[in-house]
């Protein structure tokens, strides 16, 4: 009777124990589905299991991968976010003319210095010449214009002299033609002089041999260097004037460029939330079932450098099993987990880069969820950075 009762209480243990069990196993599969399924959830479940709980087993594995199913779904939808908010970015700056607006807006703040500079000069030279050309203005009138000529001879050579200037006023005047136009100040000035020396051949030309008078050389001299100087004056002044509507267009594009910062940013921070919400989402679930997953070929990798983001980039592993990277060149990377892959590009970089910060990423996969076990470990990993 006794021995009946131990009987009884090890079969009721022995229910009851199973009956436990399988509540846990029910308990774990709603926990791992409700709070986002992890691939080592798997294993908490019991080992004891054998294949008569196969209804527990069935449900545990239809649970599984619906619950991937989901994570893998709201991965994609975190992803296209992302693009989408990076076409945004890449749109407005096309459509902007932008690269990088802080280096421009640089640029052009080094560019409207220079010409500050540039301004400064010509003023001073305008005001050089304007003091010129009131000194110049106030000799000539203390010069008598004409004066008693002692023989034919001088006045050949005075009227020699000025065709001499003439000719070379000829020839400022075609070369000036190939940049300005017949109604630019430089061009009219140069007519002006050209006119005066003109008038003086004539005049001269009329008295040779029969006068003892005639226009003073010296009055003549200061007469050319009062136009050349102001041909000067007008030329700095029209200088001063070019420079400033370069001023006004640097200054204008400025005011646009700071204009676009606000639009910029908030675009740039849309991209980082959304690569951050991406990442981290990521990070939790990954884009194959196990940790220790092991890169394959045609598999596709996001590299990323928290403080170079310009070396960021999306690589596809080749039939050779290498990617090749900016900077360091090939890398062969089959066989390999992405932490393995993080640390050996850490190193690879550190040479070219003062804190190479690196994320690597794997967005897809071609192999099964459920066959997720890669290349073997056992190779060096790295091998042919150099592109052999």
């Known amino acids: 009777m006794h021995s009946m009762k131990n009987k009884f209480h090890i079969s009721l243990s022995n229910t009851y124990w199973q009956g436990t069990k399988m509540a846990v196993l029910v308990f774990l599969v709603c926990g791992i589905f409700q709070s986002g399924f992890s691939q080592q959830d798997l294993a908490y479940a019991d080992p004891e299991l054998g294949a008569s709980d196969t209804i527990g087993t069935k449900y545990m594995k ?16 975190y992803k296209e976010k992302l693009q989408e908010s990076e076409r945004n970015l890449e749109d407005f700056q096309q459509s902007h003319g932008i690269v990088l607006l802080e280096s421009q807006i640089n640029l052009m703040l080094g560019q409207r210095n220079k010409l500050d ?10 005001k050089g010449f304007k003091e010129k050309l009131d000194w110049v203005q106030g000799q000539i009138s203390e010069v008598p214009k004409e004066i008693p000529l002692s023989s034919t001879i001088s006045e050949a050579g005075a009227i020699g002299g000025a065709k001499n200037q ?46 003892s008078s005639g226009k003073n050389p010296v009055y003549h001299e200061m007469e050319m260097v009062l136009f050349r100087t102001k041909a000067d004056l007008v030329s700095a002044e029209a200088q001063n004037t070019v420079i400033g509507e370069q001023i006004a267009a640097v200054d204008k594009e400025l005011e646009r460029l700071r204009g676009l910062r606000p639009g910029l940013q908030e675009l740039q921070r849309q991209v980082t939330a959304d690569e951050t919400n991406y990442l981290d989402y990521l990070t939790k679930v990954g884009t194959t079932p196990p940790q220790d997953y092991r890169v394959q070929v045609q598999d596709e990798l996001d590299i990323k450098f928290f403080f170079n983001p310009e070396l960021n980039e999306t690589v596809l592993v080749r039939p050779d099993g290498r990617i ?40 897809s996969s071609h192999v099964r969820a459920g066959d997720a076990s890669g290349a073997p470990s056992g190779s060096s990993i790295g091998g042919g950075a150099s592109g052999n």
């Open 62 to 77: 239809r649970t599984h991968e619906k619950a991937f199913s989901i994570m893998q779904e709201q991965l994609r939808s």
């Open 117 to 126: 500079d540039s301004l400064k000069q010509a003023r001073n030279q305008a």
């Open 324 to 363: 090749a990277l900016q900077l360091i060149g090939e890398v062969s990377i089959v066989g390999y987990s992405v932490e393995e892959i993080r640390e050996v590009l850490v190193e690879q970089y550190a040479s070219q880069l003062k804190n190479p910060e690196i994320a690597v990423l794997l967005r």
């Open 166 to 211: 003439l000719l070379g006023l000829q020839l400022k005047e075609q070369q000036l033609l190939t940049k300005y136009t017949e109604s630019s100040p430089l061009i009219r000035s140069l007519h002006e002089e050209m006119e005066v020396i003109e008038r003086f051949i004539a005049e001269q030309a009329k008295k040779t041999g029969s006068v």
